[in-house]
């Protein structure tokens, strides 16, 4: 990716395991180590923090057997975060939890409607992006209708949280006036520009002493506070899992809060030294933590939350990654949770094809919430 500096970039990380990864850590010195882990991360991440949301319910309603209500909570800057929650209809009592986190893809002008499905209109892209990446279905509905709620809230700077250009100076709006236009045209125009505008909200962020991997993990860990206040969910049984973007959410929540008793990674392990050497190009601004690399691999953010069960499934074919850096990233994960005594609570599951989270990843995925939650 940098020509001939790359071997030398590459020297620049450590040979073996960092100074704070869990892989062939004694087993009596796990849980110090895993706390200067997390202490780590969360330094380097630099979370901004936010006050306690107010909630309300904007509308309830039943669709294909399940109870659905869209909820939104406030933020200090932008508009309220918005969420999709969906339970079996007449479902009494607590039920065991998941938050479903949507996809990256490129497409930021929906966030929770590209993977929950709440009416028979849906968008025509919405259509075509989950035939493409989850082989048609809304999974956070089949979830659902085995009797766990489900809340999808939208992730920072998509969906109901995304940029507003009339917020915007000319200087970056780079000739779109509006992105309120939901037609196919509008909707592609506004990714488009999203794209571009990527890397400026990034370097804002650092600007200020933060990182996007830190505005998710505290808006995320916002929507895990509201998940957890229901009272219809059974905070001993929640769970966590999404493809791509929301692999990545997922890898940073479960791996920094032991509220997630269960975790389900899609489409995103790797190393630092793939992306370094291999992908980081192909890869959104939201990946990155400055100066994590020599104390802790990519792949062992997740692994923080060992010994709880973590589900991690990858594509043969995804373009995302290198085969070696997604099998580096796997071995990695199984010496931490070796290391943890609990070699039976992860598994890393290979897939044919594309980027995806198709249904057999699905059923699979299911079953592992069940195994562990149900």
């Known amino acids: 990716m940098i020509g001939a500096y790359g071997p030398w970039v590459e020297n620049l990380l450590p040979k073996v395991a960092g100074r704070l990864s869990l892989q062939n850590c004694p087993p009596a010195e796990l849980p110090a180590r895993r706390a200067a882990a997390r202490s780590r991360v969360h330094e380097l991440i630099a979370s901004p923090n936010l006050p306690a949301p107010r909630t309300t319910m904007l509308r309830q309603w039943e669709y294909d057997g399940l109870a659905i209500e869209e909820i939104a909570w406030t933020q200090p800057a932008g508009a309220p975060t918005h969420a999709f929650v969906l339970k079996p209809a007449n479902a009494q009592g607590r039920l065991p939890g998941v938050l479903a986190m949507h996809d990256h893809a490129g497409f930021k002008f929906f966030g929770k409607e590209k993977i929950a499905q709440t009416s028979d209109d849906v968008h025509p892209l919405v259509v075509e992006h989950r035939a493409e990446a989850y082989e048609g279905l809304a999974w956070p509905n089949e979830l659902a209708k085995r009797g766990y709620v489900v809340m999808v809230p939208d992730a920072f700077a998509f969906g109901s949280r995304r940029m507003r250009l009339a917020h915007l100076s000319e200087d970056?709006?780079?000739?779109?006036?509006?992105?309120?236009?939901?037609?196919?045209?509008?909707?592609?125009?506004?990714?488009?520009?999203?794209?571009?505008?990527?890397?400026?909200?990034?370097?804002?962020?650092?600007?200020?002493?933060?990182?996007?991997?830190?505005?998710?993990?505290?808006?995320?860990?916002?929507?895990?506070?509201?998940?957890?206040?229901?009272?219809?969910?059974?905070?001993?049984?929640?769970?966590?899992?999404?493809?791509?973007?929301?692999?990545?959410?997922?890898?940073?929540?479960?791996?920094?809060?032991?509220?997630?008793k269960c975790a389900v990674s899609v489409g995103m392990m790797t190393t630092w030294r793939d992306l370094l050497l291999s992908k980081c190009f192909i890869h959104t601004w939201m990946c990155y933590v400055p100066l994590l690399p020599p104390d802790l691999d990519f792949s062992e953010i997740i692994g923080l939350r060992a010994p709880l069960p973590s589900l991690v499934q990858v594509t043969r074919d995804d373009p995302l990654f290198s085969v070696e850096g997604m099998e580096a990233g796997l071995e990695n994960l199984r010496r931490v949770y070796a290391c943890a005594g609990a070699e039976e609570k992860f598994r890393g599951s290979w897939y044919p094809g594309h980027h995806q989270f198709n249904r057999a990843m699905q059923a699979e995925a299911f079953d592992w919430f069940e195994r562990w939650l149900g």
């Open 172 to 260: 970056v709006r780079w000739g779109l006036k509006d992105d309120a236009d939901e037609s196919p045209a509008g909707v592609v125009a506004y990714n488009d520009w999203a794209a571009k505008h990527e890397h400026i909200m990034a370097k804002s962020l650092f600007s200020a002493g933060t990182t996007w991997p830190g505005v998710f993990f505290a808006e995320d860990r916002v929507a895990l506070d509201v998940f957890c206040a229901r009272d219809d969910v059974d905070v001993n049984r929640i769970g966590v899992g999404g493809l791509s973007g929301g692999g990545l959410r997922t890898n940073f929540l479960s791996g920094l809060d032991d509220r997630v």
